[in-house]
């Protein structure tokens, strides 16, 4: 779930605003192969759950079907995924944080919260 979180966090809710204005109509038929994609990839993990009934993920099925050492491949690109989910959201979601609290430095350079 967390990959979907930044996908939604960062790509539908701060890149688009971004992207509909230079790529126009385009967005709308890239936002349609992307839900097709995910719906394929959602028959595919639906198809390789009811193979290989073990939790469910990534990991779980590399390590059923290829064992240990490729599995432990893949336990790390997904932390790598993750990680670089984690920063997308972020770098996305800095710049909406500051417009809604903007935090000022006083005199004695302490943070200060204020609206203006």
């Known amino acids: 779930m967390f990959g979907v979180g930044a996908t939604i966090g960062t790509g539908i809710f701060i890149v ?3 992207a509909v204005p ?3 109509p385009g967005v709308v038929v890239s936002l349609a192969l992307a839900g097709i994609t995910a719906a394929l990839t959602a028959v595919c993990y639906a198809e390789l759950a009811s193979t290989i009934p073990v939790s469910g993920s990534s990991y779980s099925y590399t390590y059923a079907t290829m064992g240990e050492n490729v599995a432990f491949g893949v336990a ?3 932390l790598l995924e993750y990680g670089v989910s984690a920063a997308a959201v972020a770098v996305g979601a800095v710049p909406q944080r500051a417009t809604l609290r903007p935090v000022r430095l006083s005199h004695s350079g302490r943070h200060q919260r204020g609206a203006g």
């Open 22 to 24: 230079e790529a126009g």
């Open 76 to 78: 790390a690109c997904l």
């Open 16 to 18: 688009l605003t971004e």
